[in-house]
């Protein structure tokens, strides 16, 4: 099977602008969670969906969203990009819903550049 | 919310000896605890997990052992091999009806010294 796939790879954005990240989960799998990771604050989780309903949530601000479609493909928004929004941006897909899960398989991340 | 510290922040052990990593929460309510390994330039994977109803876990060279009442977590990599250098990430997720969170531990950079 192939494995987890997102685009683009890399991204480059001005403050102020928005963004979307899209996320293709290993096929059969239903939930797709999306992670930030920075060198300062290091991995945090965004958000899971499954099913196209939102099923968990981290702290971030409402500028972050989210949604996925009915192939379970996901897509990921931030609106209104600040600096501190510069990082890698992984995704992870699973059979199951819930992110107590021992099949959970990364994406290669996208490089997100806010100048 | 969820805290958990995580160390050493780095640890540089001769191959063939052992390592261990430890990690510390602060919601008793945790209930799920997942160790990710992440390679130079690529993703994390899961390499191990344990739940708050089982003490202990093993995997070939690798286990996790788990103490509630003092609330934290250790993953110990026996033998270590140079493949095993990677930076390596705990986390938790406290059981919470219709919201739960995973969240990671800082990382510990593991250098394995030929």
């Known amino acids: 099977k192939a494995g987890v796939t997102q685009t683009p790879r890399y991204l480059i954005k001005t403050r102020g602008q928005q963004v979307t990240l899209s996320c293709s989960p290993i096929?059969?799998?239903?939930?797709v969670s999306w992670y930030q990771q920075t060198p300062g604050q290091g991995l945090q989780f965004l958000f899971e969906y499954f099913s196209e309903t939102q099923r968990n949530k981290g702290n971030f601000p409402g500028r972050f969203s989210g949604r996925q479609f009915s192939n379970s493909r996901s897509e990921m928004n931030v609106s209104t990009l600040e600096l501190g929004d510069s990082a890698l941006y992984l995704c992870?897909?699973?059979?199951?819903?819930?992110?107590?899960?021992?099949?959970?398989?990364f994406g290669p991340g996208t490089r997100l550049t806010v100048l | 919310g969820e805290n958990v510290e995580q160390h050493p922040s780095t640890l540089s052990v001769q191959e063939g000896d052992s390592a261990v990593i430890k990690c510390t929460y602060s919601?008793?309510?945790?209930?799920?605890f997942p160790w990710y390994k992440q390679e130079l330039g690529k993703r994390p994977q899961l390499i191990i997990d344990i739940r708050s109803n089982v003490g202990e876990k093993k995997d070939q060279r690798i286990a996790v052992t788990l103490n509630k009442t003092a609330k934290h977590f250790s993953l110990h990599i026996t033998e270590t091999q140079p493949e095993d250098s990677a930076v390596y990430f705990c986390a938790t997720i406290p059981f919470n009806f219709g919201n739960e969170k995973l969240t990671f531990g800082t990382g510990t950079r593991l250098t394995i010294i030929p």
């Open positions: 919601d008793s309510a945790s209930n799920y």
């Open positions: 096929s059969g799998h239903r939930s």
């Open positions: 992870a897909s699973s059979s199951g819903p819930g992110l107590r899960t021992d099949t959970q398989y």
